[in-house]
């Protein structure tokens, strides 16, 4: 099965954008999903699709892709943003798997 | 209230079973397949299965393979993952997730539950 690669870390001033990227070859047969995880919580979905927002997540997340590359932006990034972010994807290779990438954790300055 | 509620999570000897549920509310649950997912203390996200929305399919990860079953019924509107032979490594929590599926290119979990934490031990 292939795999979805994260940078480990990322930091943003209050305030400023802050792409976090995921690359794996199923990104280019399937859409990136991207989950936000605050400590000692569970996963909430905040972007899937080409940047699509599920009710609730503010319009300062916003998705993009290309090739096998999927972005996930924070325009005007708040504190309360601060969070590992995952993205994950269904894999294209073979039997039905499914794929995480091992999460960046986003520190708001 | 659409939710997802975890139980059966707790310590356990190597080598035991332990059975994990988890109890959906609010949706139509034989609409959607579903999903255990897990995360060690400290560590990432890791997919551990699939059920299809029907029961016609499952997939497991590689690690989990032949030692865990995930099962649903649709009557009580409840997820089950059967875990055998459990290891040190089986040590995380466990989430419950729905999957949405909005076109082929494009699948997600967009509700998850709060977890139960599994925790192998002697």
């Known amino acids: 099965s292939s795999e979805l690669t994260q940078d480990p870390a990322v930091s943003v001033a209050l305030g400023q954008t802050v792409r976090i990227t995921c690359q794996g070859d199923?990104?280019?047969?399937?859409?990136a999903s991207w989950y936000q995880q605050k400590p000692g919580q569970a996963p909430v979905l905040v972007i899937y699709g080409k940047s699509n927002r599920p009710s609730g997540i503010p319009d300062r997340f916003s998705g993009s892709s290309s090739g096998n590359t999927a972005s996930l932006t924070i325009t005007g990034a708040q504190a309360e943003d601060e969070a590992d972010y995952y993205c994950s994807s269904r894999d294209s290779s073979g039997n039905f798997v499914w794929v995480f990438g091992g999460g960046t954790k986003l520190t708001v300055l | 209230q659409v939710q997802l509620v975890e139980s059966g999570g707790g310590v356990v000897q190597p080598g035991r079973s332990l059975r994990l549920s988890c109890a959906a509310s609010?949706?139509?649950?034989?609409?959607?397949?579903m999903h255990w997912v897990r995360q060690a203390p400290g560590k990432g996200l890791e997919w551990v299965a699939v059920?299809?929305?029907?029961?016609?399919?499952?997939y497991y990860a590689d690690s989990v393979k032949g030692r865990f079953t995930i099962s649903r019924d649709t009557s009580k509107n409840t997820l089950y993952l059967q875990m055998n032979s459990l290891r040190a490594e089986d040590t995380a929590f466990y989430y419950c997730a729905r999957v949405n599926v909005h076109t082929a290119m494009v699948w997600y979990l967009d509700l998850w539950g709060r977890g139960t934490l599994v925790t192998v031990s002697s």
């Open positions: 199923s990104l280019r047969s399937y859409f």
């Open positions: 059920i299809w929305y029907d029961r016609s399919n499952e």
């Open positions: 609010g949706f139509t649950f034989s609409r959607y397949a």
